[in-house]
């Protein structure tokens, strides 16, 4: 790669080694930062341009990739030139394509121009407001930019919040907030040695996240401190089995501190019937955390809000811009109306971080969570809200809602196919399942035929590279989910999605 360099004349091309690199000290002069920043936005550009010619999942075994770089780092400076070369050669073919418009795994997920752009400027700022002096406009505009999230989401001014790396930060801050709203002082006390209190317990339905059971483990309460209730025949909580098992508890001397109520699971995005489950939080004075790291974003459609009916009556809740609010990786966006108690759980100030020159109050967001230095990731949002505008957030997200509509439709129409969920948001999980098996499931070598055929398949249809779907198991059945969500994903990625489906399900079973 060479280009000349424009401004400061230090270089003729990023071949070239910038002096500051040879025996100096400091960073990267300007003039060489100004033209590698031009280079790298031109390889980018190209990437995003042509990001549809990858195969989404790269053709490489593990280790390969390991083999082609050098196993010591170099001892002298290389030219930007060779490394942004290398990019292209080494680091853009062997990446999972996210950004492909066939990516319908896990949940798909876009990292938006705007989203980039305000991740670039953010580094370039290298603020960290973990203290308001750390960063007053990473702290305001995170400020500012929690309070837009939160109105668009139609959620009251009783909620206020920050912004976490992920949803499984987000949930631990949660409950770790309900631990001491429980008046377990916990902060302060722990829980070991302590057999009065009786073992705290955490419900959440069979089909919430892992992150829940994860923070149970990382809190110290255990995996054993999570009660998974059953759920009902469209994978929804199910109330008076959480009413069971609350009692259940209760009579063996445990303490119950909150229930998780989530909208979008993650199998088959889900709904947990939150205002029954709200009721029972109220009467048991539970916590009530929603998990809506998914499925929150639809809340901006104010057609789609009947899905989170209740979710005001939360104490806490949950939903991640890095999923389908098109977003770089990371920023999830944690709403409480009950700040103290987060506060409560997570604040320690030492003499070094206590500011000494201001009088009035100010969020120290550290104060919120567990880490103490954080990133600014206000500023990304702010940038795509303000590109996109609402209104084009609220047409994006509406449209990826009809293409699964669409899609749900064409499955159900498919004597073959098997819709296995409703689809309240943008996934449609599905399976192959021929006519004449109809009825025969009894029969346990029926089912794994099923099972294997349908795993052939998925892997069938992402060995094409233009589609990359996954899997889940719902009822002990193999499904396929096909997740719509990103930014770049038409219509005809969907049918191309589709087409496959079938005509690899054809394939099998010639
Ligand atoms: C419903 C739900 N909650 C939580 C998470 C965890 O998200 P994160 O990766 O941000 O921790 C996921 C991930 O897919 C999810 O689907």
Known sequence: MTLPIDDAGLLATLDDLDPAQLGGLGDMSPGQFRAA????????????EHVEDFAILPPIEPGTLRDQLPSEPPDGPEPIGAILGDVARLVEPNATHWQHPG????????????GILGEFVTAVLGQNPMLWRTSPVGTELEEVVVGWLRRALGLPDVFDGLLTDTASTSSLIAIAAAREAAGLDAAALGLAGRPEIGAPVVYASEEAHSSIEKA??????????????????????????LEAALAADRAAGRLPIAVVATIG????????PVPAIADVAEREGLWLHVDAAYGGAAALLPARRALFVSWERADSIVVNPHKWFFTPLDASLLLSRRM????????LVPEYL???????????????QPQLGRRMRALKLWFLVRYFGLEGLRRRID????????LAAQVDADP???RLAPVPFSTVCLRWRPAELVGREDDPEVRARLDAANERLMAAVNASGEIFLSHTRLQDRFAIRVAIGNLRTEPRHVAHAWALLRSEAARLTR
């Open 37 to 48: 920043a031009h280079a790298t936005v031109d390889v980018l550009a190209d990437y995003l």
């Open 216 to 241: 149970c483990m990382t809190l110290g309460l255990g995996r054993s401190a999570c009660r998974r209730i059953p759920t009902d025949d469209v994978y929804a909580m199910r109330t008076d089995a």
């Open 103 to 114: 990516f319908l795994a896990y949940f798909a997920t876009t990292a938006s121009g705007p």
């Open 340 to 347: 103290p108690s987060l506060r409560a759980a997570f604040s």
């Open 399 to 406: 449209a990826h809602c009809r293409m699964a509509a669409d």
């Open 265 to 272: 699971t993650t199998s088959s995005t889900a709904v947990d």
């Open 354 to 368: 206590r500011t000494l020159d201001r009088e009035q109050p100010v969020h120290d967001f550290n104060e919120y």
């Open 416 to 418: 073959d196919f098997e």
